[in-house]
């Protein structure tokens, strides 16, 4: 579940965000007493550890991998620690050889598809457990939450028993459903069908977190603008429309960025499940950059790949990030 | 008449759905339990056996009793207790920092952790192999656990954060005037008040070190240095399709985080969406 609790992660921080201009006012002197007190320098000093950390963990791995993407170095260079400068002879193969541009094309449609239904079942089970009484709203929400803590590992076996061609569960509803071609049905033998099996995983596991806080910051809307949309005459569909969804929108909008994040670079799914085969027609980039990199021992072609999969997340995400830069500005 | 045949109709639906949505989502689990449990003969059975009433600890003793399970089990808990506390303890000091002081440069800060939390981990294992390799520490728990460390901090720094900065001010410094330093008042006055934040925020850190694959996939091909996350991936292809035994260990390496969620969830749950919803 690295992934699944990355979502949460991410979203959890969005939020915190907003938390603290709620207590205002109040704290200002005491901040400024505290300061005085404890010199300026003290800030910085708690900010140090972490500041470090992050810098050398997290920046010398992405220096790094740019640096590793402009060499050759193959097992040859890598058993004998040598260090071949290729200028950009590695981004030269990937960007002009037709394999990379089919993974992008497939990784696009692949995010695409798990974040649409994610966001939307996920705020349909929201909305649903908004209107649900009290014990059946447990009950459901008891199902999300074991699905939400499975850990992705753990989860991704079970969908391949669930999916095995003998004895697996899902063959033996389809068969006595009517469907018997799928009786003995290999899952895992072409690429639609496979991504069909990651993709339920991904959606499964990805669900509750959306469809929980959207049902949380349901709770959150005051009664009284159902109230004032009831006696301007609103109906249950207006005062969706005029109520719920423009309160829901900035979680809605966050939420589905975050997504793309997750989703975009999972890994474990797609690889433990099928590592991505058959004939490599399941590799998402993160995969590739890994196969190529690792399995085939081109690290700095590997590297190259990750270096421009950073990219295009980049892209993705460039109008959220944007958002984030600037709510900060004025929220601080 | 008609009318309220349509109102039950309207009144049931959604129970209806809710009822359906449990079976979809807790299903899974369910399967993966009952699997473990069953005997072989109901788990290769041409009608799979949906509620079983013979139980059997077979698959379990087969799965505990595969080369290095206990190894497997020491390796996952060190790297993912250490990392969490490791990242607890940076992220109070840095969290105090963040929720109650004002200084230049806090709201870049806070923006870099919120960048760094979205950090493509997955996508820089390769530099990391290279660093690892360079610095001779392949096959080691101690760059598992500093990277898992910085894997968490920063969800873990902004969380607290608001943990913090939910606590009311004026009992610091009330604590202050009666002669605490600040210090002093922090170990005896947040933080106590901090202590249900540390455990919810601490839950997400565990889940994402316990279940961490592609870095250690990468980094350690050496058995004695593996966590269970690798070894539940290939069990599958190791004892061939035996299901049973398969079921029993993703059994086991969910089970303490089924337990820890159930257990903290609610408190981390309100805990983010306190942060997240009010506006």
Not at chain 1, 114 to 141: E, P, Y
Not at chain 2, 41 to 68: M, R, S, W, Y
């Amino acid at each position: 579940m690295s992934v699944q609790t990355e979502r949460a992660d991410t979203a959890a921080a969005a939020g915190i965000r907003k938390s603290d201009a709620s207590p205002p006012g109040v704290g200002r002197d005491g901040e400024n007493r505290g300061k005085s007190r404890g010199g300026a320098a003290v800030p910085y000093l708690l900010l140090l550890p972490a500041l470090a950390a992050t810098a050398v963990l997290l920046g010398w791995p992405l220096v790094k991998n740019g640096m590793l993407s402009f060499q050759n170095l193959n097992p040859r260079q890598l058993i004998l620690h040598l260090t071949e400068w290729n200028g950009i002879d590695n981004y030269k193969e990937v960007l002009t050889g037709s394999d990379f541009w089919k993974v992008v094309g497939r990784s696009l449609v692949f995010t695409a598809v798990n974040v649409v239904l994610t966001m939307l079942l996920g705020t349909l089970i929201g909305l649903l457990l908004a209107r649900l009484g009290k014990r059946m709203r447990l009950t459901l929400m008891l199902g999300l939450v074991l699905a939400w803590a499975m850990p992705v590992v753990a989860a991704t076996t079970v969908y391949q028993w669930l999916f095995a061609q003998r004895f697996g569960v899902v063959n033996w509803v389809l068969d006595k459903l009517g469907w018997h071609s799928m009786a003995d049905y290999n899952w895992f033998g072409s690429q639609l069908s496979t991504f069909s099996v990651v993709t339920l995983l991904i959606v499964w596991g990805s669900i509750p977190f959306v469809a929980i806080n959207l049902y949380a910051a349901t709770t959150t809307i005051p009664k009284e603008l159902y109230e004032a949309a009831a006696l301007d005459g609103a109906g249950a569909w207006q005062s969706f429309t005029s109520v719920t969804f423009p309160f829901l929108r900035p979680f809605l909008w966050s939420t589905t960025f975050l997504e793309v994040i997750w989703i975009f670079k999972a890994f474990t799914q797609v690889f433990a499940m099928n590592a991505g085969g058959p004939d490599r027609l399941t590799e998402t980039l993160p995969v590739y950059a890994f196969v190529e990199g690792v399995g085939n021992q081109h690290f700095g072609m590997g590297a190259a790949i990750s270096f421009l999969t950073i990219l295009i997340l980049l892209a993705l995400t460039a109008y959220y990030l944007r958002t984030v830069l600037k709510q900060e500005e004025d929220e601080l | 008449m008609k009318r309220t045949a349509s109102s039950a109709i309207r009144r049931l639906w959604p129970n209806a759905t809710a009822i359906v949505l449990f079976v979809v989502f807790a299903f899974p689990v369910y399967w993966m339990f009952a699997t473990a449990f069953k005997p072989t003969g109901d788990i290769i059975a041409e009608d799979p056996v949906f509620f079983p009433t013979d139980a059997t600890f077979e698959h379990f003793k087969k799965a505990v009793d595969a080369d290095h399970f206990w190894t497997l089990v020491g390796n996952s808990v060190t790297v993912t207790v250490l990392s969490v506390l490791l990242s607890l303890v940076i992220a109070l000091l840095a969290s105090f920092a963040l929720a109650r002081m004002r200084f230049r440069g806090r709201r870049g800060f806070i923006v870099t952790f919120m960048i760094a939390q979205m950090a493509p981990w997955e996508v820089m294992v390769i530099a990391i192999y290279m660093i690892v390799r360079d610095s001779e520490m392949l096959n080691s728990l101690v760059p598992l656990t500093i990277f898992y460390m910085v894997m968490v901090l920063p969800f873990t720094i902004l969380t607290l954060r608001g943990y913090v900065a939910a606590v009311p001010k004026e009992l610091e410094e009330s604590a202050m005037v009666d002669g605490c330093t600040r210090t002093q008042a922090f170990i005896k006055v947040i933080f106590p008040l901090l202590a249900p934040g540390l455990m919810a925020t601490s839950l997400f850190g565990f889940i994402t070190a316990w279940n961490e694959f592609p870095m250690v996939l990468i980094l350690n091909k050496d058995i004695e240095a593996q966590t269970l996350p690798l070894w539940l991936s290939s069990f599958q292809t190791t004892f061939g399709d035996d299901w049973g035994a398969t079921m029993a260990a993703a059994s086991l390496f969910a089970v303490p985080i089924l337990i820890l969620f159930v257990f903290l969830q609610r408190k981390a749950v309100s805990g983010l969406v306190a942060g997240a919803v009010k506006g």
